[in-house]
């Protein structure tokens, strides 16, 4: 499975933006997809993760009220649309991808494709 992310960009505080991550390969749409995201000299964190169905999501409680994560399986695309942007959400961002819904869908370790990385820069 390839992932393909976009839509990161330079926006102030309190701005929306959307992210995209198109998948191609091997069904990528049958993955459960998260996104996770690395400031400069941290670790890279989770984000939001989403079942194959749609049905269920998880969020960081850092995000929690301001991202929602989506899916169009047709379309083999996973989003972020991220809203009321602080600038400590500033960071590369990443989406992933891995078999199973299970208590480790927060952990990185625990996906196997990664997607290359979009960057996102909230100005004060």
């Known amino acids: 499975v390839q992932l393909q992310a976009s839509g990161g960009g330079l926006v102030q505080a309190g701005d929306s933006l959307r992210l995209s991550c198109a998948g191609s390969?091997?069904?990528?749409?049958?993955?459960?997809m998260g996104w996770f995201r690395q400031a400069p000299g941290k670790e890279r964190e989770f984000v939001a993760a989403?079942?194959?169905?749609?049905?269920?999501?998880d969020y960081a409680d850092s995000v929690k009220g301001r991202f929602t994560i989506s899916r169009d399986n047709a379309k083999n695309t996973v989003y972020l649309q991220m809203d009321t942007l602080k600038p400590d959400d500033s960071a590369l961002y990443y989406c992933?991808?891995?078999?199973?819904?299970?208590?480790?869908?927060?952990?990185?370790?625990?996906?196997?494709?990664w997607g290359q990385g979009t960057l996102v820069t909230v100005s004060s």
């Open positions: 989403i079942s194959v169905s749609g049905t269920n999501t």
């Open positions: 390969g091997r069904s990528p749409s049958t993955y459960v």
């Open positions: 992933a991808a891995r078999s199973y819904w299970t208590d480790t869908r927060n952990q990185p370790s625990r996906y196997v494709y």
